[in-house]
């Protein structure tokens, strides 16, 4: 039996172990009788993790104590509780899921052998004898003690009867083996077990377990059938929400979208809001929030948002205005340089979730290690749900699902969900796609509240009575081309020639357009103009050095790693990629990149000047960045965790500043040769230029 039950990785020095293996092992290995648990909270988590081990034993009871959120009705706050703990279970996995649940009526409902033989006394004492297996409930003051004890051995600590206290949670527990202990703590749970204080709750469990989706019990066709006539209409009817007295007052449409959102979350577990810009998601998004919270029992209420660095200051004001006391944010961008801190939340919310349509980035596989810790609710925010193809869809609807292909197996009859979205993509299947964005989206465009309004009449009104207007759109086409006359090539080739400056550029293998009409040969590519361009720029590239980027060449060979120095070879092809898929993309793509470029040349000039250099960790966190900014929303420079003045005042930064971020450290100069400075100075500032020639000439273009 392990010593020290924390829940957490064994090491060389300590033998650790999670509770719920510690328990497995001890009732495989012993085979008690019995088991006595005394424990501040249960959930049903506890038993589909535990329950087959527990209905080996010949008895267990169960001493519950529960922290209420007032004074009064405490027995129907346990019951909301045990209620929401049954609506939370998914209906995905119906079969699974009513297999271990009928499998916990069962355990409860085992009769007593014995009970026959009891004086009538005791029987009518105790009615509740004639169960094996009992579950009391001690509702003052607070039962806060954890106690799992056999007849050999006993569990003490902090550990409660829930899925967090057996696996989730880190805990401190150790086991007790001594007799005269054992005898005393036999003692202490006798004493409240049989406390006039405490009573029997078992047969209400039973009954709410029996009248849930996944209990056993026969309703009347009548009922039935009003159930599904309310299924169907709930979404008219239910005017008033939770919310309705809280701080943020919603349009009727949005009050409509939240009720969607809050049946699709119940039935998936999460739920995807695809409303166009300027419906306002983050505000439905807060009242999911704050409904989903009010709903959880008060330990199951970690709140997780998601959201690009820019807009953290505005989830902060919203949540603490809509009063939210606890919750966590994280950016994005830093999602991608660490996993999140080992903890597991209930609620997550995501905001521009479009950001996790690709499955490699670093910062999709670190959210996805934290999704996978419990069974969160997950709310996914963006108005662009799909921008190359359905496999965008498909990679964020993954995060509501865990990962988890099988899903929507038993619901939409949809055996592999990657399966699916293939074969959507491959054929275009408008109509198959709907089968998804019918149960798991919630979305309206513009068109649609317009159309509720001139054509249905309906009268879309803000909180405050104003009616809904939107100004139309004037798109701003903005045509370019490479210009007709040569003259910007010709400079864009004698820009990279400079061998006077330094030697990387070979100018000779790039040839200015031929401007003869002579056909081209069979199977060359045409020297268009744009075509010479894209040559000029892949040259350019293909010479770069990334100076600031591969400090460790102007050492002294002896004090070179050379690790480092074939590691530091990989950067200019991933830099030159990543640049050349900006171009790709668009020249507005390419241009921003090169800015963001200089601008690091730039603060590494100064960091250097001033004797310091860039840590090579940071360096790590700017390319991950530079590959991953595929978006407007991620900002290769949140690295540096430079406010958004600070940004824009780059170069005003101080070297105190990035000291005080642990951003950078001290040169070692005797590792570098005297001419060092110069030379590095020098090779900087020639690459510089020539990125900032890049440039204003791809601006030129547009201009």
């Known amino acids: 039996m392990r010593k020290i039950i924390d829940n957490e990785p064994k090491t060389q020095t300590l033998d650790r172990y999670t509770l719920k293996d510690a328990l497995k092992e001890f009732i495989d290995s012993e085979k008690p009788d019995n088991l006595d648990i005394a424990t501040g909270f249960f959930n049903l988590k506890a038993w589909e993790m535990l329950g087959n081990k527990l209905l080996t034993l010949n008895s267990c009871r169960i001493l519950l104590g529960w922290e209420y959120r007032s004074s009064k009705n405490t027995e129907n706050e346990i019951q909301n509780a045990f209620l929401q703990m049954l609506d939370e279970i998914p209906i995905t996995e119906y079969k699974e899921n009513r297999a271990y649940i009928n499998s916990l009526i069962a355990f409860f409902e085992r009769k007593n052998e014995k009970w026959h033989s009891l004086p009538q006394n005791i029987k009518d004492a105790k009615p509740e004898l004639q169960y094996i297996n009992q579950l009391r409930i001690h509702p003052s003051p607070r039962l806060h003690g954890k106690l799992y004890l056999f007849p050999k051995i006993a569990i003490v600590g902090s550990s409660n009867f829930t899925n967090g206290g057996l696996l989730g949670n880190t805990e401190l527990n150790i086991t007790i083996e001594d007799n005269e202990s054992l005898t005393h703590l036999k003692e202490w749970f006798e004493h409240f077990f049989s406390s006039r204080r405490t009573y029997d709750y078992r047969g209400k469990l039973v009954d709410l377990l029996q009248d849930s989706k996944f209990g056993n019990k026969e309703y009347d066709p009548f009922i039935v059938f009003l159930k599904i006539v309310f299924e169907y209409h709930k979404y008219e009817l239910q005017k008033t929400l939770e919310d309705e007295d809280g701080v943020i007052r919603l349009a009727e449409f949005q009050r409509e979208g939240v009720s969607r959102a809050l049946d699709i979350i119940e039935e998936f577990g999460g739920v995807m809001i695809a409303d166009a810009v300027g419906l306002g998601k983050s505000y439905i998004g807060i009242v999911l929030l704050r409904t ?87 709310i996914l925010l963006t108005a662009t749900p799909i921008n190359i193809g ?22 939409l009859n949809i ?31 513009r068109s649609i509240i317009r159309y509720r309004q001139k054509v249905l009449k309906q009268d879309i009104l803000l909180p405050d009575g104003r009616k809904i207007e939107f100004p139309d759109r004037e798109l701003d086409t903005i045509y370019y081309q490479v210009l007709k006359d040569q003259d910007i090539l010709h400079e864009i080739c004698g820009k990279i020639s400079c061998s006077d400056v330094k030697d990387v550029f070979d ?11 002579g056909d081209s040969d069979e199977g060359s590519v045409p020297k268009t103009p744009s075509n010479v361009l894209y040559e000029c720029i892949f040259e350019i590239l293909r010479s770069w050095e ?21 590691n530091s070879r990989s950067i200019v092809p991933l830099l030159t990629t990543t640049l050349l898929k900006r171009l790709e993309s668009s020249i507005f793509s390419f241009i921003k990149s090169i800015k963001n470029l200089i601008i690091f040349y730039k603060i590494s000039l100064i960091v250097v000047q001033k004797g310091f250099h860039i ?89």
């Open 292 to 378: 989903l919270s009010l709903r959880a029992p008060p330990m199951n209420n970690d709140i997780l948002i998601v959201c690009p660095a820019q807009l953290r200051d505005m989830w902060n004001e919203l949540l603490i205005n809509s009063g939210f006391n606890s919750f966590t944010i994280y950016s994005q961008e830093m999602m991608s340089r660490q996993p999140i801190e080992r903890r597991a939340f209930d609620i997550i919310l995501v905001d521009e979730s479009h950001n996790f349509r690709n499955p490699k980035p670093k910062r999709y596989r670190n959210f996805m290690s934290v999704l996978v810790r419990k069974d969160p609710k997950v």
């Open 390 to 411: 359905y496999m965008d869809l498909y990679h964020q609807l993954k995060l509501i699902f865990k990962n988890k292909d099988t899903a929507l197996n038993d619901s």
């Open 415 to 445: 055996p592999d969900l990657n399966e699916f979205f293939k074969n959507v993509e491959k054929e275009s299947g408008v109509d198959d796609i709907n089968l998804i964005t019918d149960h798991l989206i919630v979305a309206r465009s």
């Open 507 to 517: 100018a000779r293998i790039l040839r200015a357009p031929d401007k003869s009409n």
């Open 546 to 566: 990334a100076t600031p980027f591969t400090l460790e060449k102007y050492k002294i060979e002896k004090h070179q790693v050379p690790e480092i120095i074939r």
């Open 615 to 703: 840590k090579s960790a940071v360096i790590r966190e700017f390319l991950n960045f530079f590959e991953e900014q595929i978006d407007e929303d991620i900002d290769p420079f949140d690295f540096l965790e430079l406010s958004e003045e600070e940004y824009e005042n780059a170069l005003d930064i101080t070297l105190d500043i990035l000291l005080s971020r642990n951003k950078i450290e001290k040169l070692n100069k005797n590792q570098f040769p005297e001419d060092f400075l110069k030379l590095y100075l020098r090779d900087v500032q020639y690459e510089e230029e020539i990125l900032m020639d890049i440039a204003i000439i791809m601006q030129e273009i547009l201009s």
